[in-house]
C-alpha cells in the first residue's frame, strides 16, 4: 500500500528554494513578456514595463531601468551592466523577443536561463491588500471565507500569505507554479533602499568593496549598478550572514568555555571562604560543637588581625624615624654646600672684575698702537712717494739710453732708510732697472708679489682645454682654469701637466680659492649661483646671484660679484646682501662689470668695465670715486689685476696694459698681432692673474696661458 504522505507530497507543490530565472541585472526584477502599464488589481499600484531589451553586446535589460537611465543621464553615455561596454543615449535598444518567447514557452517547465534570473510571466489572481498586515490568507480573505483559515506559506514573488489550501489552489498549475514560497517562520523581510530614485528596491546585496566608505553596508541592485556602489564588489546578504555566522561561533564556544572556569573559579572560592571562616554548620546532634569551633576560629583571627596590626605599626614608626634622620642629614650637606659654592662665585667675581679691567686696557693700547702705525704709515708713504717722483725723474733725464745706474738718495731719505734697517722692516736694491721704477717696489719687501717695470715672457704653458676664461691658484702647487664653453673647470700644476677635471657645471666664469677652508668657489653664469666645491671637485654648497662673471673677497668676510649687466653685488651664504652699479655718475654709455681687484693699501676697489672701456673705482662703502681712462685702453676690458704697489694691469680685447699707481699709462705689454718692439703676441687675453712675482695672462683663443716677469 502507497504512503498517503508520499502521495500528498507528489501533489502538493515544493516550497523549497527554487533555483534563479531570467531577471534584470540592475534592479533584479523578473521580466515580462507583455508590456503592463494599466494599474493592477494591486492596491493602486503602478506596475511598469519589464519587457527585456537587448545591447548589441547580447545581453538584456529590463524597459525600465533602461528608460530610467536615459532619463536620469540625459547626454551622456552609459554602458552594459554586465560586460560594460559603452553605448550613446540615442542608440536604439530593442526588444529582446527571443527572451521573451523563451520565457513563456518555458514558463511550466522551469527552464534556467541565466545564473541570477527568475521567470516571471504573470502573478497570482490574488490582489495584495493590507491584510497581509493582519497575517491572514489574501485569497480567504478575497473570496469572504468563513472561517478564514491562518496562513501558512509566503509567496516571495507574489509577496502575499496564503494558508494550505489556497496554495495549493494558486500555485498548482501554470506559471505561478514556478512562483517561489517559504514559510511564514522562516521569513524575513528585506529593509527598502532609501537612496533616492532607487524606488524602495530591496537591500538583497552587502558592499564588500576595499576602501569604500560605506564598506558593509546593505545597498540595493540599483546602488550596485548605476548608483554610489557602480563597480564595486558585493556579495548577497544570506551569503555574509552565514559566513558571520561560522566565524561566531568559535567566539562563542571559547566565552562558554570561559564562563564554565569562571562558574568553577567561583566554586572554589566560595569553598575556601567556608573553610577560612569556619563556616558551614552541620546538622542533628552535632550543631553545639560545631559552633564552639566557629567561634574559636574567630577568635582567633582576630587575634592574628590585632598581631599584624601591630607589627606593622612599629614598622612604619622606624621607617619614619630613619626618614627624619636621612632628610636632616641631606639639608645640612646641602646648606654646607651652597655656602661653598657662595664664596667661590664671590672669588671668581673678584677675578673677572679684574679680567675685565686687563682686557679694556690692552684693547686701549691696541688702538692706541693701531693709530701710530697708521700715522707712522701715512707719513712713510708720503715720503716714499717723494722720493720715488725724483728718483722716475732722475731715471729718465740721466739714464735714457744707461743699462743701469745707482740710486741717489737726499740725506732725509737714508736716514729713513737707516732706521727702518734696524727694525729689520726693508731692504734696500743697489741697481734699478732702465725703465722707471717704482720706489715702492724698490724699497718694500711686499708679500703677494710685485712684478717690475720691465715684464718680460718668460714661458708659455699651454691647456688642453678648450676656450679658457679665467684663473685660480690653489696654494702653490695647483692652478685651476674655467672653460665656458667646455663647461668645466681644469686642474693643471705650474708646468701645464693635467690634473684633473671637474665637469657638469653649467658656464663656469670667475674663481676664488679660500686657502683657510680649502675651498674653491665658481661663478657659475648660466647656473644664477656661486658654486662651493672642495678640494675632491664635490659641491658643499652654493650661493644664488644670477649672471655672475667674476668674485673676489671684501673686507668684511663676504664676496664681490660682477654680473654681465652694470651691477656688482655682495654675496653672503644666504645670497645677495646688496648691490650697486659701476655706471660713472652722469653717464649714459653702456656699462658692463667684469673682473674685479681690491688694494691691499687702500681698501679701494677697482672694477674693469668691459663695456666702457675704463676702470672704475670704488671706496669701502662702494661709493664711485673715479674712472681710470686712456686712449690705449681699446676695445673691451675684461681683465684686472693689481700688485702690492698698486700698480694695475688691464687687459683688453687689444692687449695688456700697465698702468701707474696714479692711474697713468705706462707702457702696453701685449698685442694681438705682436709687430711693436718689445711686446709679446697674445690672442685675446680673457683675464689676469699675479701669482710668486710673476703675471699670468690666459688667452681664450689660442688656449695658452702666457707667463710674464
Known amino acids: 500500500m502507497a504512503d498517503p504522505r508520499a502521495q500528498q507530497s507528489r501533489n502538493t507543490p515544493a516550497r523549497k528554494k527554487k533555483p534563479e530565472y531570467a531577471e534584470c541585472p540592475i534592479c533584479l526584477r523578473k521580466y515580462m513578456t507583455t508590456e503592463r502599464s494599466s494599474k493592477q488589481a494591486t492596491g493602486g499600484a503602478q506596475e511598469k514595463d519589464r519587457r527585456p531589451r537587448v545591447f548589441a553586446c547580447g545581453h538584456s535589460v529590463c524597459s525600465a531601468c533602461l528608460d530610467h537611465w536615459r532619463g536620469s543621464h540625459a547626454g551622456e553615455a552609459f554602458s552594459c551592466p554586465t560586460c560594460r561596454k559603452e553605448y550613446n543615449v540615442g542608440d536604439k535598444i530593442a526588444l529582446n523577443y527571443d527572451l521573451m518567447n523563451s520565457i513563456a514557452a518555458n514558463a511550466n517547465n522551469l527552464i534556467r536561463l541565466s545564473p541570477r534570473a527568475v521567470t516571471t510571466t504573470r502573478r497570482c489572481s490574488v490582489t495584495p491588500r493590507s491584510d497581509l498586515a493582519r497575517q491572514e490568507c489574501a485569497r480567504c480573505v478575497k473570496k469572504g471565507f468563513d472561517p478564514m483559515r491562518p496562513p501558512t506559506s509566503r509567496c516571495l514573488d507574489c509577496d502575499l500569505l496564503f494558508c494550505d489550501e489556497c496554495d495549493e489552489e494558486v500555485h498548482l498549475v501554470g506559471a505561478a507554479a514556478a512562483h517561489e514560497r517559504v514559510d511564514v517562520d522562516d521569513f524575513t523581510p528585506a529593509l527598502p533602499c532609501a537612496e533616492r530614485g532607487h524606488h524602495g528596491t530591496p537591500t538583497l546585496l552587502v558592499c564588500t568593496e576595499h576602501g569604500c566608505e560605506a564598506q558593509g553596508a546593505f545597498v540595493c541592485s540599483y546602488c550596485e549598478k548605476s548608483g554610489a556602489h557602480k ?13 558571520q555566522e561560522s566565524l561566531l561561533e568559535p567566539v562563542l564556544d571559547s566565552l562558554r568555555q570561559r564562563c564554565a572556569t569562571v562558574q568553577a573559579a567561583a566554586v572554589a572560592v566560595q569553598e575556601t571562604l567556608v573553610r577560612v571562616t569556619g563556616g558551614g554548620g552541620g546538622g542533628g546532634g552535632g550543631g553545639g560543637e560545631d559552633d564552639h569551633q566557629y567561634a574559636g576560629n574567630q577568635g582567633s583571627a582576630a587575634v592574628a588581625r590585632l598581631a599584624i596590626e601591630q607589627s606593622f605599626d612599629i614598622i612604619v614608626a622606624a621607617l619614619r624615624a630613619r626618614q627624619r634622620e636621612l632628610l636632616e642629614e641631606l639639608a645640612a650637606q646641602e646648606r654646607t654646600k651652597v655656602a661653598d659654592l657662595q664664596e667661590q662665585l664671590e672669588d671668581l667675581a673678584g677675578v673677572f672684575s679684574v679680567l675685565y679691567g686687563l682686557v679694556a686696557n690692552g684693547e686701549h693700547l691696541q688702538r692706541l698702537a693701531k693709530d701710530h702705525q697708521r700715522l707712522f704709515v701715512a707719513s712713510f708713504a ?18 735714457v739710453h744707461s743699462e743701469r745706474f745707482e740710486l741717489s738718495l737726499s740725506p732725509e731719505a737714508e736716514e729713513l ?10 731692504g734696500v736694491v ?11 717696489q724698490r724699497v718694500f719687501r711686499v708679500s703677494h708679489g710685485v712684478v717690475r717695470a720691465k715684464c718680460k715672457r718668460v714661458r708659455t704653458i699651454p691647456l688642453k682645454m678648450n676656450r679658457p676664461a679665467f684663473i685660480a691658484f690653489l696654494g702653490s702647487d695647483q692652478m685651476a682654469v674655467s672653460s665656458y664653453t667646455a663647461k668645466e673647470v681644469v686642474l693643471f700644476r705650474p708646468d701645464g701637466t693635467l690634473l684633473r677635471r671637474v665637469g657638469a657645471l653649467s658656464y663656469p666664469m670667475g674663481m676664488y680659492y679660500d686657502e683657510r677652508a680649502a675651498e674653491l668657489l665658481v661663478v657659475l653664469h648660466g647656473g644664477s649661483e656661486v658654486r662651493v666645491l672642495d678640494s675632491e671637485g664635490r659641491r658643499t654648497r652654493s650661493m644664488p646671484v644670477a649672471n655672475g662673471r667674476h668674485i673676489t673677497p671684501n673686507t668684511t668676510g663676504n ?21 650697486f652699479s659701476v655706471t660713472p655718475p652722469g653717464s649714459t654709455g653702456s656699462h658692463s662689470a667684469c673682473q674685479m681687484a681690491i688694494s691691499s693699501r687702500t681698501g679701494l676697489l677697482y ?70 718692439e718689445g711686446q709679446s703676441c697674445v690672442g685675446l687675453p680673457a683675464s689676469l692673474a699675479l701669482h710668486k712675482n710673476e703675471l699670468y695672462v690666459c688667452d681664450c683663443v689660442n688656449n695658452q696661458v702666457y707667463v710674464f716677469a
Open 559 to 579: 664676496y664681490l660679484v660682477s654680473t654681465s649687466g652694470h651691477l656688482v653685488h655682495e654675496v653672503g651664504t644666504a645670497g645677495v646682501l646688496r648691490s
Open 607 to 676: 672694477v674693469a668695465d668691459y663695456s666702457g672701456g675704463c676702470v672704475s673705482v670704488f671706496d669701502a662703502n662702494f661709493t664711485f670715486q673715479r674712472s681710470i681712462t686712456s686712449p690705449h685702453l681699446k676695445g673691451n676690458v675684461s681683465g684686472l689685476v693689481l700688485d702690492d704697489t698698486d700698480r694695475m694691469f688691464v687687459g683688453t680685447s687689444a692687449g695688456v696694459h700697465m698702468f701707474s699707481p696714479e692711474g697713468v699709462w705706462e707702457r702696453q705689454l701685449t698685442t694681438r698681432a705682436g709687430t711693436n
Open 382 to 399: 708720503d715720503l716714499a712717494h717723494r722720493i720715488e717722483t725724483k728718483s722716475r725723474i732722475t731715471a729718465c733725464l740721466e739714464t
Open 417 to 426: 732708510l737707516d732706521a727702518a734697517r734696524t727694525i729689520g722692516e726693508v
Open 430 to 440: 743697489p741697481a734699478v732697472e732702465q725703465a722707471p721704477v717704482s720706489m715702492f
Open 231 to 243: 563597480g564595486h564588489a558585493t556579495r548577497l546578504v544570506h551569503e555574509v550572514a552565514e559566513e
